[in-house]
């Protein structure tokens, strides 16, 4: 018998009481392993992970699970060989694993940069501006992003054992939130080599990853307000979850990705001889043969402009026809085994579903030549391209979750608009048009009804993605049928995880809470200028109040001829009587914060090692020649970047005039060492 497969919880490795049910490799049928998750205390996982795991993962700040992210990358990049060798026992090639074992790498990768670079050196998140709530200001709001003290569970698809877990994982990971990983039986033996892997290197807080291996059963009863589930799968089981008492009334939070019947559409503006037609044969060749066909982002749907059915059937037939299908191992076979008999049983019951109203043009649902295989024993089947009629009805409800693609057409855009959308909902769709008149009427049509829109054409195709490609940095996901739920999309990805709260408070009470320098809140000038303060000694609050300077009308002529900014409210003075919002001649808006810059800085060598930029840059009040402005400039925020010796400060400007009116307001932003003592 071969080995059983183990679920890791509580720390240790858990191995179940009874033999488990077989798990057959898909293009053999041999067996590779056993799983069952019998005698697995999911009391004790829960608790495990809200206990050690969460409270681990919360003290550190987002930067430092960012630093772990990427070390995991690393390491699991290191032992990918394995990983790639064990996945040919699901069905999958070598390109095909590629997509999963280092599409979940990158992942990985991706989420530690937009960590460190877009998230705070901190546990919580401001969202959007302050917001002033009093006549005087002392009383202001603020939204802000916390932890949540749950579980993240995972409930994941046979398609991806590898990347559909570290595409959960890295955005709850960086929400402080720990995971339960549910794999899918069929291949949750490459699912819990992976963690293994993980677990043996010791990167992640312990309690931050387990894994649960065989059925989840009675999982969700042990979940609470603050946890949340997040599926891929059958709309069928996600009503089963969605109907679940605590996800009714408990409040658990569910996120859901299910059935998509995507489509691709050929625009009418495509001929027999432009590269586009060539660009669409190749992306729903493409999705029908990769992880054959087994991808919730596969092109389920051709619909293309009627006068062109028969020259694309025939393109894609004629690349199809070049496809192998066989042993992933083999470096002839371009196509592998479904996961399973059992999946190719539910896609051949697809395609006769299909054929209620469509024929086939191309393959074999029930016969394929295999290279280096069994064509019974392993999990094998020709790609099959059909064609459907118009009024076809079963095209826009059966997925058949394997190799195959109906060919549908149309006679207007809004046709092709209207096919879309009876998909009810997708993943993603493309369409494959030169014309910028036709991409606008698409996309503004169908982007309703999906998650994601890929436009393709000559010019953006040699570095596109393709069709079937989820990014870290952008949504994955879609309405109605597709789920409802989104992933991914970059920090969404990770504010998804996060609570907002609305917080209200006074200004001094907001900068204690936010770590931030709130507007209001108290200044501390203790006659050193900040400039000479490394991160060591800044402090949040710390001010400097310059003196006052004369703006005069040979400022403005020499700026206007040094940058050639002549615009005539610089330079002529009856035209700029004339402008309602000046009466005359006014300051260049550049010429106000490069003198302000002249009045805040300290030009001898010292902690602050350069300017990087300036943010929400604003001219409030017009300067004119003779009057005078200063500046007032305030630590805001503070962010040391982990391994280096220096780190970022966000410093808040306001440029005021004689009166004391705000002439402009603007964050700077400086490098500043963390140490300084020469």
Known sequence: MSRLLESYSAGRWHTASDEGAPLLDAATGEEVARISATGLDLGEMTTYARTVGGPALRALTFHERAALLRQLAKHLGADKDE?????????????????????????????ASKGTRELPN?????????????????????HVYTSRPG?????????????????????????????????????????????????????????????????????LDELTVQDSVAFTGSAHTAGMLRNHTNVLHGGVRLGVEADSLNCSILGPDVTADDPELDLFVKGVVTEMTVKAGQKCTAIRRAIVPAAMAEVVIEAISARL??????????????????????????????????????????GDPDH??????????????????????????????????GPVSTVLTYDSLDEAVELAARGKGSLVGSLVTHD?????????????????ILVLDRDDAPESTGHGSPLPVLVHGGPGRAGGGEELGGVRGVLHHLQRTAVQASPDMMTAITGRWTTGSQRHDDGVHPFRKSLAT???????????????????????????????????????????????????GYLVVSLAAGLFVDPDPGPVLANFGVDHLRFLTPVKAGDSIAVTLTVKQITPRSGADYGEVRWDAVVTNASGDPVATYDVLTLVAKEWDR
């Open 436 to 452: 910028p008149d036709v991409a606008r009427c698409v996309v503004l049509g169908v982007a309703p009804w999906h998650g994601r």
């Open 321 to 362: 026809a070049k496809v192998s299908v066989g042993n992933p191992a083999h470096e002839d076979v371009r196509m592998g085994a479904l996961a399973s008999l059992e999946q190719r049983d539910e896609v051949r019951k697809a395609v006769q579903q299909l054929r209620a109203s469509a024929e086939v043009v191309f």
């Open 538 to 588: 800044l402090a949040i609050g710390d001010t400097i109040a310059s003196e006052a300077r004369t703006v005069t009308l040979e400022d403005i002529e020499h700026f206007a001829e040094f940058t050639g900014d002549t615009f005539y409210a610089h330079t002529d003075e009856a035209a700029a009587k004339e402008n309602p919002l000046f009466g005359g001649i006014v300051a260049h």
């Open 151 to 219: 579980v993240a569970v995972q409930i994941n698809a046979f398609n991806f054992p590898v990347w559909g877990m570290l595409e959960k994982l890295a955005p709850a990971f960086l929400a402080g939130l720990p995971s339960i990983v549910k794999p899918a039986s069929q291949t949750a033996y490459l699912t819990e080599l992976a963690v293994r892997r993980i677990v043996e290197s010791g990167i992640l807080p312990d309690g931050t990853l387990q894994l649960l291996s065989g059925s989840a059963s009675g999982l």
């Open 122 to 142: 901190d546990t919580v998140v401001l969202d959007g501006g302050l917001e002033r709530l009093s006549k005087t200001g002392a009383f202001v709001g603020q």
């Open 83 to 111: 990983l790639y060798d064990l996945s040919f026992r699901t069905g999958a090639t070598r390109r095909d694993s590629m997509v999963d074992i280092d599409g979940g790498i990158g992942t990985l990768f991706s989420y």
């Open 368 to 401: 394929v030549e295999v290279v280096d295989g069994d064509a019974e024993r392993g999990a094998f089947m020709s790609p099959v391209l059909l064609r459907a009629p118009k009024g076809a009805v079963e095209v826009h409800d059966v997925e058949p979750f």
